[in-house]
């Protein structure tokens, strides 16, 4: 099975931060890889697709970049609503789907 | 708007079963697959299992393989789970999620997700 594994597993920053979360794959995935947001208590919300299309509706500081076993997802001014836990995601091995640990972006 | 609402969970004992439901609006529910993925307390996201639109294929995580099973009811627009055999390691909520791909195999990720709904396996 392809691992993912996020860093760091949590950061603090103050809104107006720019903001980088990384992705590694433990083999190629091509651009195969969302990125979801999750509030506590509430479910996953997808924010990107295809490493870096964004979801309709989702702001434009969120982007994500990279292929093959590299990703990042960026934040570019960090706004209140902002503060939750990240994950990565791949879809590059049909038909089992894994996720990144997460990444909980915590306000300094 | 897409809609998807789980229901079913609840406290079971080992070796019980649980069948959980998961009502989708706003979307022709017969022209998706859908998803669950489920959630331990604290923990991150396990995909668990995967329906194509027409249920013609069904895939499973290793870790429910032969335990959990699948369905949907198209005329219903409800996606199912039956657990059996639970564990407690089984204990987690558990979301329904519709992929993205339309009349076709599976996308792999997550456009739209329930609120979910709880499942303790305890004695």
């Known amino acids: 099975a392809i691992r993912m594994t996020q860093s760091p597993s949590s950061l603090s920053a103050s809104t107006g931060d720019r903001v980088t979360i990384t992705c590694r794959a433990s083999?190629?995935?091509?651009?195969?890889l969302a990125w979801y947001q999750q509030k506590p208590g509430k479910a996953p919300k997808l924010l990107i697709y295809a490493a870096s299309t964004l979801q309709s509706g989702v702001p434009s500081r969120f982007s994500g970049s990279g292929s093959g076993t590299d990703f990042t997802l960026t934040i570019s001014c960090l706004q209140s609503e902002d503060f939750a836990t990240y994950y990565c995601?791949?879809?590059?091995?049909?038909?089992?789907?894994?996720f990144g640990q997460g990444t909980k972006v915590e306000i300094k | 708007q897409v809609q998807l609402v789980e229901s079913g969970g609840g406290v079971v004992q080992p070796g019980g079963s649980l069948r959980l439901s998961c009502a989708a609006s706003?979307?022709?529910?017969?022209?998706?697959?859908m998803h669950w993925v489920r959630q331990a307390p604290g923990k991150g996201l396990e995909w668990v299992a995967f329906?194509?639109?027409?249920?013609?294929?069904?895939y499973y995580a290793d870790s429910v393989k032969g335990r959990f099973t699948i369905s949907r009811d198209n005329s219903k627009n409800t996606l199912y789970l039956q657990m059996n055999s639970l564990r407690a390691e089984d204990t987690a909520v558990y979301y329904c999620?519709?992929?993205?791909?339309?009349?076709?195999?599976?996308?792999?990720?997550?456009?739209?997700w329930g609120q979910g709904t709880l499942v303790t396996v305890s004695s």
């Open positions: 706003g979307f022709t529910f017969s022209s998706y697959g």
């Open positions: 083999q190629g995935i091509s651009s195969y």
């Open positions: 995601q791949q879809y590059y091995s049909y038909p089992t789907w894994t």
């Open positions: 999620a519709k992929d993205p791909g339309l009349n076709r195999a599976a996308a792999g990720y997550f456009d739209y």
């Open positions: 329906i194509r639109y027409d249920g013609s294929n069904k």
